[in-house]
């Protein structure tokens, strides 16, 4: 399945600024040690006198209040990323786990209706590394009615009672006229275990009156809650024999499905067990694809989101920009007196890289640390949400220490493409403009 537009849209956006970013990256360091037509690593002095700058008495207090809330600025996008990019992993793996807790993590189906050679399949795949389950299921639609109200919903044949999140009633008792539907269906027709329901099957039998479809009473044995309201108001569980009357099918099934030891390890093992049960008409299909649009939207808002608060982290290092050129200004009497001693174009601009990079890693520091605490507070405090309505009780968050060093080296790298230009101007000051007016 091709991802949608607007994910190819936003990747080739992304994909385009990281290479002008990388670009841009290459060719300062590029200057900074080769500027002198040698290669010359050496920060110590610049470094030094880098610092002292930052540190030192102001002339005019603009430059110092510029300079604090260019830290504040960087602080508050990357603590405004790190607690975005954590709540979003958290959604997504809140999400993840109720998928996995409701599905197989593969399917084995067949082009056409004729699958009765199951059992054969089903001994040869059943045992291959990494699968720790499987069973074979009936896949259907139908029609379920009680004495207040109906709805569509999808049926689903299973041989054993391995249901996850049943939250009332019991799986022993799914027999052949037993059900178990989910918690919003239950809501809907106004039922409890232990009530009737009817269930038609548009596989119906052919009558005096033409086609008839066929209808089967259940007693509802259990309740169950995946939090996935498309779950729990769509599908309902019946005995595989059930299903297989029910829809015609006689002793043919859907396809098999399989539960594995690791679940980031589905889509090798479908093409293994595609291999093992011969091809087609039989394929696999893992969790992932047949989930893929909403983990493809979730991806697409996600890097969305990066984008725009790497936008904020670029805005604030204009701050960094502006901070430097004033400095510059300031500094042009202590500038023109390096230069006459004989610092280099590179060794000025060495200056004022570690001057910006300063302000920017520190901002940057903060920002992580403060992140990382209300990623903490949050864990442990949350905010409540209604559970009836959003089906968790606090908003999610998971901390993903590779996004984590990813905004770092973005705030600092933006950090640094913000200390070129006026590296540059500083660098190509003249001693004697710079002490013309001293």
Partial sequence: M??????????????????????????????????????????????????????????????????????????????????????????????????????AHVMLMQYGHDFSNYPAILKKTEHLPGIIGASPFVLGEGMLSSKFNMTGCVIKGIKSANISHVSEGSLNNLSENGIVIGREMAKNLKVFVGDALSLISPMGELGPAGLMPKTKSYKIVALFNTGMYEYDSKFAYVSLESAQSLFGLGQSVTGIEYKITNPDDANAIADEIDQVAGGYPLYAKDWMEMNRPLFSALKLEKIAMFIILMTLIAMASLLILVTLIMVVLEKGKEIAILKSMGATDVSIMKIFVTYGLSIGGLGTALGLIGGLILCVLLQNFGIGLDAEVYYISQIPVRVDAFEIFLVAMGALLVSFLATIPPSLLAARLKPVEGLRYE
């Fill in 2 to 103: 091709t991802e949608s537009p607007a994910y190819q849209i936003v990747m080739w956006v992304a994909a385009l600024g990281g290479g002008l970013l990388a670009l841009a990256v290459f060719c300062s360091i590029g200057y900074l040690f080769f500027g002198e037509r040698r290669f010359n690593s050496s920060f110590k002095y610049e470094a030094f006198i880098g610092r002292r700058f930052l540190m030192a008495k102001r002339s005019h207090r603009a430059v110092s209040v510029i300079t604090l809330i260019s830290i504040l600025a960087v602080m508050g996008a990357c603590t405004g990323m790190v607690v975005v990019m954590s709540v979003m992993n958290g959604f997504s793996s809140d999400f993840r786990d109720k998928i996995l807790g409701s599905n």
